[in-house]
């Protein structure tokens, strides 16, 4: 599906890695690990377009993702280090324009009980703590069925039950032919089918 | 497409309903700023007649670059501008988008309030409020597209607002020239219809180009 | 090898580099006796004027420098757009080192518009449509050169000046002919600083020998700028 070909990234004068090459496959689980700074924000972000590679290319289903822009966007899910929620609406309110900004709009029920079953109360965002504005964030992926889904950090500033649950929800997306790349620090508890090592490519 | 927009604009607004704060004292910028001429310069009438439509006309500048910060750093700082170029419709409509929002929130108050501004320089016959009042209508909403370009390109930066101040007034310069002069020509007695067409032609010019400009450099910020 | 492959040879900073110098070396030499001819016949050639005496004579500096930073504008653009067009390094380094030398000529267009009018219309600045038009030229270079100087990622703050610099061409002939509409509004038949009713061709020949002297320079400055950016950044 997702085939990244000699990426190389240079962030200001320094080379963060170069020659990376890999391909996801449907319902495969890819973790990138790498120390603090190797540049595992910056892969994702040219994985998912955000950035640009200073050499090679990424190619969603044989097509260069520069040509396809927003139809690559449409199948992708981005979940950054910022959880993307406004402050000063509430985290039902924040999902709804999130499904809406990404062109699948998702019934009022349907956000509810995804914003249920991650027990996030209905507050506006800036009364919540780190780990439930993260719980917000990662709402999105109860409603979306976008097939790639690209997470930097999920797991930080979750408790255990925010784990079990995502990690709960990632299973069920890669056993319906979905494909996750993931950065991680800590222990998620969940088997990744591959890793890519950056500090190798540097 | 348009759904996004619309969702685009609501959300903007709805953003702005909650921050009343911060539209508040950009519109009070506006006042004070048009304010204070009178006490710099004296107060006599036939002084401040002939200033009047340069002196609101600058402040509307001022105040709508001052209100340009806002625009896209909000949204870089948590992490939603992001998400909107990641969306279903190309970079250019989000652009038309929050900048429709962004004159609806800081340009339409100034149309509004600058008649009443107006009176305070005592500018002259009826006719002339209709004539400011239009042509910061059409000079407004170009402002704000303008400026976007400024603000994406300056997004995240240190010297944040001042610096986008030094590179938006030049552009902006053509829009008060006619913008000011359109008022300025009614005021002696002459048509300000060439000046306010060239104003909408600006305008035109502006919704055809600048979010083509707004996309790239918000393009070359979030690399 | 073929023409297409030699122009991209010479866009790899490090092949430049010597051929900036030699070209630099040239320019330069050559810069040197146009001034000198420029400025003969400007001074002593050209005949005196009837109305302005011996003050006029400035304008051979006046004029072509106002011609070199409009010029210069547009090349820094034009580089600029070459940049964001082909991603090549080298046109962004062209751009910025252009820079400093256009906003060093708007400058020098703008003081010595300044000393013209002081002793021809008693005033150090009257807002003269071609003097207001350069001033903003000049925030225009002053912009252009702040905002790369803001952004601590060079890729990004080439990216980001290249693309106000190709706004600001946009905006430049707009901006002009507001200025003039503006300059006619206010100031009726104010004779424009920069008009001469009619030439003497010793005239046009000392400013046009100016300006190829002031072209040959720029080049020069621009390339020996270019050459510091280069062993700066690689």
């Given at each position: 599906m997702l085939e990244a070909a000699e990426l190389e990234c240079e962030r200001g004068t320094r080379r963060l890695f170069r020659a990376l090459s890999f391909a996801v496959t449907a319902g495969e689980l890819l973790r990138v690990a790498g120390a603090n700074g190797s540049g595992k924000t910056s892969l994702l972000r040219i994985l998912c377009g955000l950035a640009s590679p200073s050499a090679g290319v990424v190619r969603w289903k044989g097509q260069p993702i520069g040509a396809l822009r927003e139809e690559y966007?449409?199948?992708?899910?981005?979940?950054?280090?910022?959880?993307?929620?406004?402050?000063?609406?509430?985290?039902?309110?924040?999902?709804?324009?999130?499904?809406?900004?990404?062109?699948?709009?998702?019934?009022?029920?349907?956000?509810?009980?995804?914003?249920?079953?991650?027990?996030?109360?209905?507050?506006?965002?800036?009364?919540?703590?780190?780990?439930?504005?993260?719980?917000?964030?990662?709402?999105?992926?109860?409603?979306?069925?976008?097939?790639?889904?690209?997470?930097?950090?999920?797991?930080?500033?979750?408790?255990?039950?925010?784990?079990?649950?995502?990690?709960?929800?990632?299973?069920?997306?890669?056993?319906?032919?979905?494909?996750?790349?993931?950065?991680?620090?800590?222990?998620?508890?969940?088997?990744?089918?591959?890793?890519?090592?950056?500090?190798?490519?540097? | 497409m348009l759904a996004v927009a619309r969702c685009i604009v609501h959300r903007d607004l709805l953003l702005a309903l909650r921050r009343r704060s911060d539209v508040a004292t950009a519109l009070l910028f506006f006042v004070i700023v048009a304010s204070l001429f009178p006490l710099g310069v004296g107060a006599e009438?036939?002084?401040?007649?002939?200033?009047?439509?340069?002196?609101?006309?600058?402040?509307?500048?001022?105040?709508?670059?001052?209100?340009?910060?806002?625009?896209?750093?909000?949204?870089?700082?948590?992490?939603?501008?992001?998400?909107?170029?990641?969306?279903?419709?190309?970079?250019?409509?989000?652009?038309?988008?929050?900048?429709?929002?962004?004159?609806?929130?800081?340009?339409?108050?100034?149309?509004?309030?600058?008649?009443?501004?107006?009176?305070?320089?005592?500018?002259?016959?009826?006719?002339?409020?209709?004539?400011?009042?239009?042509?910061?209508?059409?000079?407004?909403?170009?402002?704000?597209?303008?400026?976007?370009?400024?603000?994406?390109?300056?997004?995240?930066?240190?010297?944040?607002?001042?610096?986008?101040?030094?590179?938006?007034?030049?552009?902006y310069v053509p829009v008060l020239i006619f913008g000011a002069g359109s008022v300025e020509m009614a005021a002696s007695g002459l048509s300000p219809a060439g000046h306010l067409l060239l104003l909408g032609a600006l305008l035109v010019a502006a919704i055809a180009f600048s979010p083509w400009a707004v996309a790239a450099a918000l393009r070359i910020a979030m690399d | 090898m073929n023409t297409t492959a030699r122009w991209f040879w010479f866009s790899s900073p490090q092949t430049f580099f010597p051929l900036a110098g030699t070209i630099a070396r040239w320019c330069a030499l050559g810069a040197v006796p146009l001034a000198a001819a420029g400025l003969y016949v400007g001074l002593l050639v050209a005949p005196t004027d009837a109305q302005q005496g011996e003050v006029y004579r400035i304008i051979f500096i006046h004029v072509p420098a106002a011609w070199m930073s409009m010029l210069i504008y547009l090349v820094m653009a034009g580089w600029a757009a070459v940049g964001l067009a082909f991603n090549t390094r080298l046109s962004f380094m062209m751009a910025q080192a252009l820079a400093p030398t256009g906003a060093l000529f708007t400058f020098i267009a703008l003081w010595t518009g300044a000393l013209w009018g002081r002793p021809t219309w008693g005033a150090y600045w009257v807002w003269d449509a071609r003097l207001t038009s350069e001033l903003i030229l000049l925030f225009l270079y002053l912009g252009?050169?702040?905002?790369?100087?803001?952004?601590?990622?060079?890729?990004?703050?080439?990216?980001?000046?290249?693309?106000?610099?190709?706004?600001?061409?946009?905006?430049?002939?707009?901006?002009?002919?507001?200025?003039?509409?503006?300059?006619?509004?206010?100031?009726g038949a104010s004779v424009s600083l920069t008009k001469a009713p009619s030439m003497a061709t010793t005239m046009l020949t000392g400013m046009l020998l100016m300006a190829l002297a002031f072209w040959l320079y720029s080049i020069a400055a621009a390339l020996v700028r270019v050459r510091c950016i280069i062993r700066e950044r690689e």
């Open positions: 966007a449409r199948e992708l899910v981005y979940i950054g280090h910022a959880p993307a929620v406004k402050d000063e609406l509430t985290p039902g309110e924040n999902l709804a324009i999130t499904c809406r900004l990404a062109g699948r709009p998702a019934s009022g029920e349907a956000l509810r009980s995804a914003l249920e079953r991650l027990r996030v109360p209905e507050l506006p965002v800036r009364k919540l703590s780190q780990g439930q504005r993260r719980r917000a964030a990662l709402a999105r992926l109860l409603v979306s069925d976008a097939p790639l889904w690209l997470l930097d950090e999920p797991y930080s500033a979750l408790d255990t039950e925010g784990v079990a649950a995502l990690n709960q929800r990632i299973g069920e997306h890669t056993v319906t032919g979905g494909a996750v790349i993931y950065t991680t620090h800590q222990e998620a508890g969940i088997r990744s089918s591959r890793v890519v090592d950056l500090s190798a490519c540097a | 009438p036939h002084l401040l007649r002939p200033i009047a439509p340069g002196v609101i006309w600058v402040a509307a500048l001022l105040s709508s670059m001052l209100s340009l910060a806002r625009l896209f750093a909000a949204d870089h700082a948590d992490g939603t501008l992001e998400q909107m170029l990641l969306g279903a419709a190309p970079l250019g409509v989000v652009v038309v988008a929050k900048g429709l929002a962004h004159w609806l929130i800081a340009g339409l108050p100034l149309v509004a309030i600058a008649p009443l501004i107006g009176l305070q320089y005592d500018l002259g016959g009826p006719g002339l409020y209709g004539v400011l009042a239009l042509s910061l209508l059409l000079g407004t909403p170009v402002l704000s597209l303008i400026g976007a370009i400024g603000a994406a390109l300056t997004l995240g930066l240190r010297g944040g607002g001042v610096l986008l101040a030094l590179l938006v007034l030049p552009l | 252009f050169m702040a905002l790369h100087a803001s952004i601590d990622d060079v890729r990004r703050a080439d990216r980001a000046s290249a693309l106000l610099a190709i706004v600001g061409a946009v905006n430049v002939p707009i901006i002009y002919y507001s200025v003039k509409w503006w300059n006619t509004l206010h100031q």
